[in-house]
């Protein structure tokens, strides 16, 4: 049974405002369920390099996929990588201009990508990810073939050395500027869904499928 909490490192303690971290495997979890874009850093030639990334979470790996020319893809094989997955709450607006913050949720991993050569891994993971970004999907579209599975490098990332950093609530104006006749306060930040927006051939024949209409992040 896995441990409530994954173990701190130097490299995942929260140094910077320390009371907002989290250690919590749950709390981890659900902002990497609820992000779609991760950004994947890495060192390449000595020159840093952080491309986004659409991902997927098995348990405790994070799967990353693009094409296999991907020059990314290709040199994060066997190295060290670091994945940040950041949410975006709300924008703080305090009353001086040194409070003004952000109400966020992030997680940071810090491990070695290695590629995925298993197809039946391969083949899950690259499922994986599709339901992910909308669940109910793979069920509904043709799978994989094997040819379109070689074309794609996946790359897994083991999610053990990781931390969470949170920030909610108003601004934390200091005392002496409580008085000031200025508005202060949170304007809050969600994912507008517009209305399926289906091509030619779905928008005539076919109903707009239920995980479709009702999705939500």
Known sequence: MSKPEYVRTNKTEVKRKPDRGSYDRETVHSILDEGLVAHVGIVQDETPLVIPMAYGRVEERLYLHGSAASRLLRDARDLDVCVT?????????????????????????????????????????????????????????????????KSTLVLSVPINE???????????????????DVWAGVIPIGVAIGAPEPDEISGDLMAVPDYVKKWRR
């Open 85 to 149: 997955v950041t949410l975006l709450d709300g924008l703080v607006l305090a009353r001086s201009l040194i409070n003004h913050s952000m109400n966020y949720r992030s997680v940071v991993i810090f491990g070695k990508a290695k590629q995925v050569t298993d197809v039946g891994e391969k083949s899950a993971a690259l499922e994986a990810v599709t339901e992910h970004i909308i669940s109910g999907r793979v069920a509904d579209t043709r799978k994989n073939s094997a040819k379109e599975i």
């Open 162 to 180: 990781v931390s969470a950093k949170i920030r909610f609530g108003p601004p934390n104006d200091y005392e002496e500027d409580m008085e000031l």
